[in-house]
């Protein structure tokens, strides 16, 4: 079993920056990616960016050049960037792990006001 614990959300101004972190424990599979996924109210859940056991990285469109997925193998945890926050990335945004099965943390909120 895997357990996943978000924190570093919150409420920051359009251009503002935070960021997210995620620790994984439990028997984690040494193999296995790691990622942010976001849910706006009355929309669908998308993938924001992921990272991989060997460092490999992709991002949505939405968000590239202003956010930054990395991790830290030794601790387990996965970090998420955000910089020149806008309002349209308002949501709860979601880590996730993926190695065969899939795993989800509870989620935290982040809110940016214009």
């Known amino acids: 079993q895997v357990q996943l614990v978000e924190s570093g959300g919150g409420l920051v101004q359009a251009g503002g920056s935070l960021r997210l972190s995620c620790a994984a424990s439990g028997s984690i599979p040494r193999i296995n990616a790691m990622g942010w996924y976001r849910q706006a109210p009355g929309k669908q859940r998308e993938l924001v960016a992921a990272?991989?056991?060997?460092?490999?990285?992709d991002y949505a469109d939405s968000v590239k050049g202003r956010f930054t997925i990395s991790r830290d193998n030794a601790k387990n945890t996965v970090y998420l960037e955000m910089n020149s926050l806008k309002p349209e990335d308002t949501a709860v945004y979601y880590c996730?792990?993926?190695?065969?099965?899939?795993?989800w943390g509870q989620g935290t909120q982040v809110t940016v006001s214009s």
């Open positions: 996730n792990l993926l190695a065969g099965l899939m795993w």
């Open positions: 990272i991989t056991s060997d460092g490999s990285s």
